[in-house]
């Protein structure tokens, strides 16, 4: 079983700054070997790619996050990362980890809101 526990979520102003994290763990998951990402879906939206990371560093984002967004991991750790800075109030949804194999967390409400 592969469980994609994410934190960091939470109310931030227009402007500001937020952290997530995801972390990994399953006795048949080899997290290095495995490609994350993060998902958002906003209300009334489908579900969209934020960011991806492969199991060697390659990234690619979403065209609304680029320049704004940075994916990282930490294989050491078994998590992976998403800085957001500079955050719209368009960037508010439920941010959801991923991993190859189809693994999803729980989701993490973000909050861009004066």
């Known amino acids: 079983q592969v469980q994609l526990v994410e934190s960091g979520g939470g109310l931030v102003q227009p402007g500001g700054s937020l952290r997530l994290s995801c972390a990994a763990s399953g006795t048949i998951f080899s997290f290095r070997f495995n490609t994350m990402g993060w998902y958002r879906q906003a209300p009334g939206k489908e579900r969209e790619l934020v960011a991806i990371i492969s199991s060697g560093g390659s990234t690619n984002y979403g065209n609304s996050v680029k320049g704004r967004f940075t994916i990282s991991r930490d294989n050491g750790k078994n998590t992976v990362y998403l800085q957001m800075n500079s955050l719209k109030p368009e960037d508010t949804a439920v941010y959801y980890c991923?991993?190859?194999?189809?693994?999803w967390g729980q989701g993490t409400q973000v909050t861009v809101s004066s």
């Open positions: 991923w991993a190859s194999g189809a693994y």
